[in-house]
């Protein structure tokens, strides 16, 4: 069974920063582009950020220079460095699983989510 379990969300203040974490499990994690993406209340989920299987990072505009994406094969994991965060920022983000080569769309695994809120 594939379980893509995200930590790491909160509340934090305008400015500030968070790191979120995906453990992935049940699946051969370095077959699958992953990432994150996220929803805010009445919004469609959008992509924020992916990383290749082999290692090549995409960051939507409205977070670039923002965030950083790594992941880490021996541990199966992926995490999402996020700092200068912004009110709009807000929404629940999601880790998300591949079986695209580059980019993380049409994810096949999704996790349950982690909210985070950034409070002006």
């Known amino acids: 069974q594939v379980q893509l379990v995200e930590s790491g969300g909160g509340l934090v203040q305008a400015g500030g920063s968070l790191r979120l974490s995906c453990a992935a499990s049940g699946l051969t994690f370095g077959a699958y582009a992953v990432g994150w993406y996220r929803q805010a209340p009445g919004k469609e989920r959008e992509l924020v950020a992916s990383v290749s299987r082999g290692g090549n990072a995409y960051y939507a505009d409205f977070v670039k220079d923002r965030c950083t994406i790594s992941r880490d094969n021996t541990k199966n994991t992926v995490s999402l460095q996020m700092t200068s965060l912004k009110p709009e920022d807000t929404a629940v983000y999601y880790c998300?699983?591949?079986?695209?080569?580059?980019?993380?769309?049409?994810?096949?695994?999704w996790g349950r989510g982690t909210q985070v809120t950034v409070s002006s």
């Open positions: 998300a699983a591949s079986t695209r080569v580059v980019l993380c769309t049409d994810p096949r695994y």
